[in-house]
């Protein structure tokens, strides 16, 4: 099974990008998917998760900004990012199929980053 991210680019501070992950398997064989960013210099940290029953979780700096919407039948999880700070900027990375639990995620799947870079 392969991931697929796309969407990321450049924008402007308050702007907007919607990052979308497909997988090449059935989505709806993962327990949860997840997104994670790491920017220059940085560890990756985890974005937002949600489970295949569509319970959600974010980090506390993008609440209210991110969301992270329920895998679809298009084998799809998307993340929309609203009003995007400079510090946003990072390598998304979206993952899949965790093996840990809802508060130590250890996802098995990986796919390549897509760059987010958010201007002053």
């Known amino acids: 099974v392969q991931l697929q991210a796309s969407g990321g680019g450049l924008v402007q501070a308050g702007g907007s990008l919607r990052l979308s992950c497909t997988t090449s398997g059935r989505i709806s064989s993962f327990n949860a998917m997840g997104w994670y960013r790491q920017a220059p210099g940085k560890p990756r940290e985890l974005v937002a998760a949600?489970?295949?029953?569509?319970?959600?979780k974010y980090r506390d700096s993008v609440k209210g900004r991110f969301t992270i919407a329920r895998p679809n039948a298009d084998n799809t999880v998307s993340l929309q990012m609203n009003s995007l700070k400079p510090e946003d900027t990072a390598v998304y990375y979206c993952a899949a199929d965790n093996m840990g639990t809802w508060s130590d995620f250890r996802f098995a799947l990986w796919g390549q980053g897509t760059l987010v870079t958010v201007s002053s």
């Open positions: 949600v489970t295949s029953a569509g319970f959600d």
